[in-house]
């Protein structure tokens, strides 16, 4: 049984290493004051299990994409040739967690006076995932069949309408032993028995896990990001020729030398787009009322999704190019050290504002275009405004950074804005609706408190560059 | 004659186009020592791979222990210990953990002797607690051999296992593989081009080259057997020998061969007289010689 028990400890140490730990259970308390939040508005006592029953399942479901990854990494190809049992007990903890995560769905279901349906979701979830990381495309379906959704015209067609005239029961008898046997068949392609086919397939994974950490693609590694990846790239690249032939301050220079990962116009692009593409896709369709409600929520999260890789990858591009910032420092023209982190600053808050402007001017229009003007400006500026506090983690001591935390960070900002969203829904029930200009009002305020303490901060300290020499 | 705990037989390996390893024949018996050489890009670690199963090969055949190399029992495995010439370890846990995971993989733990590796090379209690992941290469690579000895095994097969130590780490690795693991009669096979830890460890040598073993020879008598002998072409264009490495025309007519001769080949080119030089060779020399 140590066996089984090591290799389940490994997730924990590994989100214990990367702060995933903490994002895991902030996501799952913040999900349970949400669900408190419903709970309260709309009275069902039935909802109250949902307070416990909803955050566990996140945290499991969060857990389960940790556990997949470690358990893909301890089957590394040496291990699964030469370390005894090993591949064979990976394959068998798997099973048994998807079963136990599919029994709790049901669990969930149940709730709602659906178990079948709670149970086929939970354990279709955690198949798609764990599919995803052995063949990526897997990743797509759940677009995919929202995307059929709304575009498929005829309702009689709609998988959902067709599943529940087939019946929970007899789609549950039918879809659970066929996502088991999917499961069968696939499980030891996910975990491979060493070999060439797998030693190409594990230096692709870890690159992508890497990508994901760090944020930082490699284009031969991703082809299928490539051309948005180059074309995010075009934006700081035709930046850094403009500036080099028109000259710009040795603190503007200085940021370009950190690469594109760290320049805000790297993340100006989604934004962008989602909004030159979502106003002529609203022209065409039509969304129903239950799209309608979430479409401003879903949206704003979305577009506001960039500041928070900004602010992970200013992190991340700093700790990583301490040579190049010595480099630049030697250099004729570099800024005076006393005057470095004042500079700094500038430069790193003058991209964030610059980038949550063009996020929150996208998140507004498209927000109310996809509600039909339902949702109020202020509504959606408060919401895009909760992502303001986050430009103080800008404002650190870069001379004594540790490794940076890479995806826990963005997806303990993503996952905190995601349930806030949520449950600033729920709060919409329960509050006058002047709720909203009072957390816009507060997210300002708390930003320029946080900012002041934390610019003075940042000036007392060393100068930033080249950074973690004093780690 | 000891049984066969590693036998290659006809194995071929290509990257795409790329040959790496040319119908290669090896045979290790149980207790040796073998020190594999070969210039960088020869395909050491390839042929090491392909050994263990880690690489599919193209044609031919391995066995372990008399298991197909790609089809090992869970009993053959726990009797393997291998380490990479780049530390395959898991950057999240810390040593303790790392060991603590590993112990309860195999049926076997040497638990004492993995409490003396730590002690003797280093790893106090705050090394034993700090994450692998910024652990540097040298303290990565002891761990990585600690764990592959930790579980006494009866094939230890390492890849240039101390390309990435200093020459204290090198000395407490040199002397554990002699006082403890060659002592327990187990098979070792290790690549490196630090000439001068073989010759203190290895009983055996073998030579890859051109994706073939070469030259493969107990250590002690090749360094005894083999000489270069050169002299005019015109006296050594007549001489054949039967254990030959190599032969090598030079500038003016001067021939250069690199050969084990026999106790009777040696009488006879001494007989040859003075206008050959017959040298010994260094294993050095041998590695230039033999791999050029």
Redesign the interface.
């Known amino acids: 049984m ?2 089984y ?2 290799i389940l ?2 997730s924990g ?2 989100m214990r ?2 702060g995933a730990w903490w994002a895991a259970w902030i996501s799952a308390g913040l999900l349970a004051v949400a669900c408190l939040g419903f709970f309260a508005a709309s009275g069902k006592p039935e909802l109250l299990g949902l307070i416990v029953l909803l955050p566990f399942g996140v945290f499991y479901c969060i857990w389960w994409t940790m556990f997949i990854q ?1 358990a893909v ?2 089957n ?4 699964a ?6 591949r064979g ?1 990976l394959i068998r903890v798997t099973a048994a967690l998807w079963l136990a995560g599919a029994l709790y769905g049901s669990l969930l279901g149940a709730l709602f006076g659906h178990a079948g349906w709670g149970l086929l979701a939970v354990a279709l979830f955690m198949l798609i995932f764990a599919l995803k990381q052995r063949f990526p495309q897997a990743g797509s379906i759940p677009g995919v069949a929202i995307l059929a959704y709304i575009f498929i015209p005829h309702p009689e067609f709609h998988l959902w309408l067709l599943l529940n005239g087939v019946g929970e029961p007899a789609v549950t008898a039918i879809g659970f032993p066929l996502m088991a046997i999917i499961g069968a068949v696939f499980l030891p392609s996910l975990y491979l028995g ?4 797998h ?1 190409r397939w594990q230096t692709t994974f870890a690159y992508r896990l890497e990508a994901i950490r760090t944020g930082i693609m490699r284009e031969s590694d991703t082809p299928e990001s490539m051309h948005w990846n180059r074309l995010q790239r075009s934006a700081y690249t035709m930046s850094l020729k403009r500036v080099c032939a028109d000259g710009a301050t040795p603190a503007q220079m200085q940021m370009y030398a950190l690469g594109p990962n760290a320049h805000w116009m790297m993340y100006a692009a989604t934004p962008l787009v989602l909004l030159l593409l979502a106003i002529p896709a609203r022209m065409l369709l039509q969304l129903s009322a239950f799209l309608s409600g979430l479409a401003p929520l879903y949206l704003t999260f979305i577009v506001m999704i960039p500041l928070g890789c900004f602010v992970q990858n200013v992190g991340i591009s700093i700790y990583r190019t301490s040579t190049e910032q010595g480099l630049m420092q030697l250099a004729p023209g570099a800024v005076p050290a006393s005057l470095f982190n004042r500079a700094l600053a500038r430069e790193l808050l003058g991209g964030f504002f610059k980038l949550w402007l063009i996020c929150a001017v996208s998140g507004v229009v498209l927000g109310r275009t996809f509600s039909g003007g339902e949702a109020s400006w202020v509504y959606l500026l408060s919401l895009a405004g909760l992502m303001l506090p986050v430009s103080i983690l800008l404002l650190r001591n870069y001379a004594a950074m540790g ?1 940076p935390y890479g995806s826990s960070a963005t997806a303990l900002i993503a996952g905190g804005m995601l349930i806030l969203t949520i449950a600033s829904r729920s709060m919409k029930m329960l509050l006058w609706p002047q709720i909203w200009t009072a957390i816009g009002i507060a997210s300002v305020l708390l930003t320029a408190l946080l900012l002041v303490r934390g610019w003075r901060r940042m000036m007392a300290m060393p100068a930033a560059f080249p950074a973690r020499r004093m780690a | 004659m000891n049984a066969s705990v590693v036998n290659i037989a006809a194995v071929s390996k290509s990257f795409g186009a790329q040959p790496v390893l040319d119908g290669v024949d090896w045979d290790i018996a149980a207790g040796k020592v073998v020190g594999l050489l070969g210039r960088n890009g020869a395909g050491k670690s390839t042929l090491l791979e392909c050994a ?5 090969v193209s044609a031919g055949d391995v066995t372990l222990f008399d298991d197909p190399a ?1 089809q ?1 029992t ?2 053959t ?2 009797r ?1 210990g ?1 380490v ?1 010439q780049k530390p ?1 370890l ?1 950057e ?2 810390t040593p303790l ?1 790392l060991l ?3 112990k ?4 076997r733990w040497n638990a004492a002797k993995v409490e003396g590796l730590l002690s003797r090379w280093g790893f106090d209690a705050a090394m034993r607690h700090k ?1 692998i ?2 652990m540097s290469v040298g303290e990565q690579q002891r761990l990585s051999i600690i764990r592959a000895l930790a579980h006494d095994p009866d094939l230890l097969i390492l890849d240039e296992p101390v390309a990435s130590l200093d020459p204290v780490g090198r000395r407490d690795f040199l002397r554990e593989l002699i006082d403890d693991v060659i002592e327990r009669d187990t098979t070792v096979i290790f690549s490196t081009h630090i000439l001068s830890d073989l010759e203190r460890v290895a009983l055996d040598v073998a030579f890859l080259k051109d994706g073939k073993i070469a030259l493969q020879s107990p250590l002690d008598e090749l360094l005894e057997s083999a000489r270069r002998i050169t002299g005019p072409g015109s006296t050594l264009s007549a001489l054949r020998f039967a254990d030959e490495i190599r032969r090598e025309p030079g500038g003016a007519g001067i021939v250069s061969i690199l050969a084990r001769p026999s106790v009777a080949e040696m009488a006879a080119l001494r007989v040859g007289g003075a206008l050959l030089q017959i040298e010994p060779l260094s294993l050095e020399d041998l590695f230039v010689e033999v791999t050029k």
Request: charged share 20%; proline share 8%.
């Open positions: 140590n066996a028990r090591q400890k490994q140490y590994e290493s990367n470690s990494r301890q590394a190809p040496s291990h040739q030469l370390v005894p049992y090993l007990r060493g070999g060439d086919r030693r490794a | 263990l199963g880690l690489r599919e790609t090992l869970d009993a495995r726990a393997i291998y990479p395959d898991f999240w846990l953990q603590a995971y590993f309860a993989q195999y049926p994450p992941g910024i």
